[in-house]
């Protein structure tokens, strides 16, 4: 009998920018697998996506990842859970078998494994700073202290979002008015917020000097150099962009649903630049 080519994809509203097609279909074109991964956009109720994932299984995806705004929503449609999942509050992986359906988070190793490819010797000493308290940073925040770090300091515009996640995480938090301090005095900086993204307001850190050798990541991938992620090139500052975040969180759903070798090399990121650029014109 001739096997059924796998079928995967992403949920998000919107979705139409999802680079992650592109990844998965690189990854099972190079694999030869037979498969396709389509971006597939419900809007933002909880129902839709029930329903829509209810359709999936019965279709015969062997799983989803899940953008904005839906993680919330996958987490509680799984069945079940990881512990990663359950503890950043969001799932960016759904996997449907013949059990159930498993709900994941691979944002947490997607910032792990960036940060250990770009600094093969990355330890998380001294002080990490996280900008945002939105969904993005609670993976980040998880990946931190799995990692180690236990001096993060957590600054929000919304000063509650930060007080809540510093409370959840045991974190200290800072006023959002003095993140030019607190950006000066960091080993680590990561954005989690939107801004510096294309079409939004930039990051606004007042002129602030990046301390010598401190990293910078940007979870942001357009544009691909965020002018925090410039801030820092320019200072001689080790930097991390969103694209190898997002090649990072990728491969765990590939390997998942696919079952093969999902590689973040160098010809995965140029086809993604190219990518991007094309869409630019
Ligand atoms: P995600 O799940 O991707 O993190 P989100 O939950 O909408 O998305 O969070 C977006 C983050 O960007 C939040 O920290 C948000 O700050 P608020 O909590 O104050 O909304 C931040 N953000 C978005 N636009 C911003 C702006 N113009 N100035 C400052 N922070 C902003």
Redesign the pocket.
Known sequence: MLKKPILAGVIGSPVSHSLSPLIHTLWAHRAQIDGYYMPIEVAASYDEFARAMDALRTIGFAGVNVT?PH?ENALRYGDKSSELASMTG?ANMLTFTDNGSYADNSDVAGFQGALKSTMPKFSVKGACLV???????RAIITALQNLGADNIFIT???EE?ATQLAERFGLKTLL?QSRKDAVESADLIIN????GMSG??PLDLGGAKIKPGAIVAD?VYTPLETPLLKLAREAGNPGVNGLTMLMHQAAPGFRAWFGGDAKVDEGLRTALIGELERRRR
């Not at 989690?192 to 801004?195: A, D, V, Y």
């Open positions: 904005l993680k969001a900008l945002g308290a939105g969904g993005a940073s929000n515009r919304t979002k959002w989690t917020t939107s801004l939004q307001p979870i």
